[in-house]
């Protein structure tokens, strides 16, 4: 009877870790309601603060039903048992392997010569590529700020609808920029622009970005909801950070590099554990 209890119970911790994933990718469920009662409270949220209420919520039962149940030791058997050095090797080569794909990829795109397209959305066109620049009316008046917390600074991000000169209110915002500038010069060179829900709507030619299907993040989109002012699905969003193409993959070469590095080392520590255990 154990045995299976023990089976259940891993299982469920397998789900409620790939549900949080999935609230986490969504923005829903308890990782939503944490992440907006810290908005609410600070005006910006944390990746790891917003995961840890879920985490608490789903995996509570668990560990619950563990000790009522006084599976501590079977479950401690069978993760030793599961730690071998060629597992953590197995993975370990495993993500080395994905930090060295996912980085050199990187690097080629990097070297790759990219023709910008010009987007004119009073026109009507659709873009070819995923390098434009956008012209269009800038309706600062629904622009909303979105923090983000890492290490101790908030990054804040500023997401400003794009749309044809005769857009009317009511009608769907297709295009979004992602800046973290305060203002807006003209690439001509003129007055600047302030950035702000204050300034009056006003025609912008963007710089070079990349264009994000569905780049609009889940609390960006629920602040539209919430004032009744309609998002095209999907929403397409123009990133013009440096390298914004890019970084998917040298994050995912990161990860990976670091996951590499401790998958390698517990095999190292789990071979010492195995060698005193054989003397």
């Known amino acids: 009877m154990k045995s299976v209890l023990k089976w259940v119970i891993w299982l469920y911790i397998a789900a409620a870790c790939a549900y949080i994933f999935y609230e986490w990718y969504a923005y829903a469920g308890l990782y939503r309601l944490a992440a907006e009662w810290q908005l609410e409270q600070f005006g910006s949220y944390g990746l790891k603060r917003t995961l840890i209420f879920p985490l608490m919520v789903l995996l509570t039962p668990a560990a619950v039903l563990v000790t009522l149940t006084g599976m501590q030791d079977q479950l401690r058997g069978a993760t030793a048992g599961a730690g071998s050095p060629a597992t953590f090797v197995l993975l370990g080569v495993l993500a080395l392997a994905i930090a060295a794909g996912a980085g050199w990829y990187g690097y080629v795109k990097s070297t790759e010569t990219v023709d910008v397209e010009s987007l004119d959305l009073s026109k009507g066109n659709t873009p070819r590529s995923t390098h434009v620049t956008i012209t269009g009316i800038a309706r600062t ?66 710089q070079p970005g990349v264009l994000v299907r569905d780049g609009l993040p889940g609390a960006v989109g629920e602040g539209y909801r919430k004032n009744n002012i309609a998002v095209a699905s999907p929403p397409i969003v123009l990133d013009v950070s440096p390298g914004a193409d890019l970084k998917p993959f040298f994050v995912t070469a990161g990860v990976s590099g670091v996951l590499s590095f401790f998958m390698l080392v517990a095999a190292r520590a789990a071979a010492v554990r195995q060698r005193r255990q054989e003397i």
Do not use: H
């Open 141 to 206: 008046e629904y622009i909303i700020e979105f923090g983000t917390k890492s290490s101790g600074t908030t990054i804040l991000d500023r997401y400003i609808p794009l749309t044809p000169a005769n857009w009317r209110p009511g009608q769907p915002l297709v295009y979004f920029m992602k800046t973290n500038t305060t203002a807006y010069v003209p690439p001509g060179g003129g007055s600047m622009v302030m950035l702000s829900p204050r300034t009056p709507a006003f025609q912008i030619t963007t």
